[in-house]
């Protein structure tokens, strides 16, 4: 669809930690990352995150779930207005459901409606064509961080943790030709990261966070629910792996404890989960660079840091944007798309081969 010159594209992403929409503008040729443009951001009101919250879980056709859609097009709609010389967009959509075994995946929100409204193409539907083809769906970030490994110059392996509702990480190595390559790529969903935390405070505190882990950082660890947690068939699984927002095994585990165990505790899970997960790398990473909401919690990343040999950063440190780096992720991913380049690859998702994946609804 496209040639291969450079093209400005908008990502949006609205993630599982359901705060709001981050928009970012990126120029690329789907390949090579040639410059960052302005950035956005859209939160959900208290009222927009009850309708989302509510809808968790639900599949096309549920109850409720035509609203969510209404509401994610509209909040996405209004991020795009404020965008100029845009000439593709990449629109990710809410997730409701993540069920890559059973009955698929789930983002609620019509990329057709939203290229309609903008008045130029749109790429959506990310995930399905993966789950299709055998692959979990997700992570789908790696082959952007691939390319931010090629871009700042990296050497040797690398690895990307985003700290969003769901952790999730990938290992690179920049060495490779391309992404798909062999070897160039291992990435898995780590576990549950803000999710649980942000659902304590918003059900306990009334509160949409605990703020840069403040409360945490003076509660006591549970060490028996961090171990009954890293019991978890999840843990044992070969990688490529993904998860759905909510994690049973963290299903009234700490109920019995006060605010502040309770949070350190689930952080402790968290950063448990990540450092499980470094064990599947095929070699160690030069550093770790964090990206997400969970990068401004001092407490978290604290724990994270305790845990492991590398150095622990925000990606900041290397000159990036760490609020904006999932948002950018799907606007280098629409480009590769419309150019019929692979999105996903066995090393990623689990599935078969390198795959393209995505819709694209012009106006």
């Known amino acids: 669809m496209l040639e291969s010159q450079p093209v400005t594209v908008l990502g949006m992403m609205s993630g599982t930690s359901l705060d709001g929409v981050d928009a970012a503008l990126l120029r690329t040729d789907g390949e090579r990352i040639a410059g960052f443009g302005p950035t956005a951001y859209r939160a959900y009101t208290d009222s927009e995150r009850a309708v989302l919250r509510a809808a968790l879980g639900r599949w096309p056709g549920d109850d409720g ?47 057709a409606v939203l290229a309609l409204v903008a008045g130029y193409p749109v790429v959506w539907d990310f995930r399905s064509s993966d789950i299709q083809l055998g692959g979990q769906g997700a992570p789908l970030a790696p082959f952007y961080h691939f390319a931010l490994a090629r871009h700042i110059g990296a050497k040797a392996p690398v690895a990307f943790l985003n700290l969003g509702g769901v952790g999730n990480v990938t290992w690179v190595d920049p060495s ?17 990261a803000n999710a649980p935390l942000d659902d304590l405070c918003q059900s306990r505190l009334g509160l949409a966070r605990d703020e840069g882990g403040a409360l945490a950082a003076t509660g006591q660890v549970d060490a028996d629910v961090v171990r009954a947690f890293l019991e978890d068939g999840y843990f044992f699984r070969m990688p490529p792996k993904s998860l759905d927002r909510h994690f049973p095994a963290l299903d009234g585990a700490v109920a019995h404890l006060s605010d502040a165990d309770a949070l350190a505790t689930l952080s402790e899970c968290a950063a448990a989960a990540v450092a499980e997960g470094f064990a599947h790398f095929p070699a160690e990473p030069a550093q770790l660079l964090v990206c997400g909401g969970g990068r401004h919690n001092a407490d978290l990343m604290r724990r994270i840091a305790r845990r492991l040999a590398c150095p622990v950063v925000p990606v ?48």
């Open 65 to 111: 779930v035509e609203d969510v859609a209404e509401l994610v097009e509209t909040a996405h709609a209004e991020i795009m207005a404020r965008f100029d010389g845009v000439e593709l967009a990449g629109f990710h959509g809410q997730t409701l459901a993540h069920d890559p075994r059973g009955r698929g995946t789930h983002q609620a929100g019509s990329g």
């Open 176 to 192: 490779r030709a391309k992404p798909e390559d062999e070897g160039a790529l291992l990435a898995f969903d780590t576990g549950p």
């Open 316 to 363: 900041e440190s290397v000159g990036l944007d760490g609020d904006m780096l999932e948002a950018q992720a799907f606007a280098y991913l629409a480009v590769r798309v419309a150019r019929g380049l692979p999105t996903s690859c066995p090393g990623t998702t689990g599935v078969a081969a390198a795959v393209g994946g995505g819709q694209v609804s012009t106006p």
